[in-house]
Nanobody
Framework: QVQLVESGGGLVQAGGSLRLSCAAS????????MGWFRQAPGKEREFVAA????????YYADSVKGRFTISRDKAKNTVYLQMNSLKPEDTAVYYC?????????????????WGKGTLVTVSS
């Protein structure tokens, strides 16, 4: 099995920045596409950002384009989410997820492994 551990969540004021990290273990990191998803209170989990197996392609939800950046460090088996210009509506539990070769990696139902999440709270 693949284990994912998120870190970096916390409280930040609107307009501020935060960087989330996701450390992966238990598998061949380069064989997995990685993604970030989030879930706000009372809402369904939604896609935020994803990066391909090679790390050469990235994808973002329209709501975060231009503000968030996903990246991966293969040497550290870690994926990051740099969040800038944060808004109160970004408040949610952020989850790291992994998808093995062969399939989309931006849909909640398709992801193979999940971390336990880290809470991000943006105050106004």
């Amino acid at each position: 099995q693949v284990q994912l551990v998120e870190s970096g969540g916390g409280l930040v004021q609107a307009g501020g920045s935060l960087r989330l990290s996701c450390a992966a273990s238990g598998g061949t990191f380069s064989s997995y596409a990685m993604g970030w998803f989030r879930q706000a209170p009372g809402k369904e989990r939604e896609f935020v950002a994803a990066i391909s197996w090679s790390g050469s392609s990235t994808y973002y939800a329209d709501s975060v384009k231009g503000r968030f950046t996903i990246s991966r460090d293969k040497a550290k088996n870690t994926v990051y989410l740099q969040m800038n210009s944060l808004k109160p509506e970004d408040t949610a539990v952020y989850y790291c997820a992994a998808k093995y070769f062969g399939g989309s990696y931006y849909e909640v139902r398709n992801m193979d492994y999940w971390g336990k999440g880290t809470l991000v709270t943006v105050s106004s």
